[in-house]
Antibody, heavy 118, light 110 residues
């Protein structure tokens, strides 16, 4: 039974850097892509990007200039950094297992609400 | 990349069938058989209910079915039940290692 547990700062000021980490418990870490997806309040889902155990990344072109996804295989963890945040980055951020060639996302973390406000 | 287009709302009575559409382009839905559908109840994480256009993960009732024609994918929920009331999102591989989602459809069971 794979479980994803995520954490990070929930309140940021404009221009700060969002930082979230997701730990993977159970199952194989090296066989999958690991993904970040966000959902602004009352709105739809937006794919942020993904990484595999080897550190190969793919990013949403609209966020690419501000996003870095990294992996720590020794801890079975992966992380998201989003720089220069604005109110438009206020959202629930989900870590998830999935992506790669098929972009199927079958397993999701519990989500972390991140609010950007001055 | 643009979001896929879904109707904002859909509804049906218990026992009826409802179909939700998801329209994209030849660069996403029309170009690949990697369409997925997710169900999201309020305050919960999305749950995968359909992948690769029409396949169901283990444990998903066969009341949920998916299809695709051209640039449009569809999710049909048959034999509507009260617990099917939720938001539904489509997604598609969009080439160049990108994933795009639809804007979501709120399904109401009358």
């Amino acid at each position: 039974q794979v479980q994803l547990q995520q954490w990070g700062a929930g309140l940021l000021k404009p221009s700060e850097t969002l930082s979230l980490t997701c730990a993977v418990y159970g199952g194989s870490f090296s066989d999958y892509y690991w993904t970040w997806i966000r959902q602004p309040p009352g709105k739809g889902l937006e794919w942020i990007g993904e990484i595999n155990h080897g550190g190969s990344t793919n990013y949403n072109p609209s966020l690419k200039s501000r996003v870095t996804i990294s992996v720590d295989t020794s801890k079975n963890q992966f992380s998201l950094k989003l720089t220069s945040v604005t109110a438009a980055d206020t959202a629930v951020y989900y870590c998830a297992r999935g992506g790669g060639t098929t972009m199927i996302v079958p397993i999701w973390g519990q989500g972390t609400m991140v609010t950007v406000s001055s | 990349q643009s979001a896929l287009t879904q109707p904002p709302s859909a509804s049906g009575s218990p026992g009826q069938s409802v179909t939700i559409s998801c329209t994209g382009t030849s660069s996403d839905i029309g170009g690949y058989n990697y369409v997925s559908w997710y169900q999201q109840h309020p305050g919960k994480a999305p749950k995968l209910i359909i992948y690769e256009v029409s396949k169901r993960p283990s444990g998903v009732p066969d009341r949920f079915s998916g299809s695709k024609s051209g640039n449009t994918a569809s999710l049909t929920v048959s034999g509507l039940q009260a617990e099917d009331e939720a938001d539904y999102y489509c997604s598609s591989y969009a080439g160049s290692n990108n994933l795009v989602f639809g804007g979501g459809t709120k399904l109401t069971v009358l």
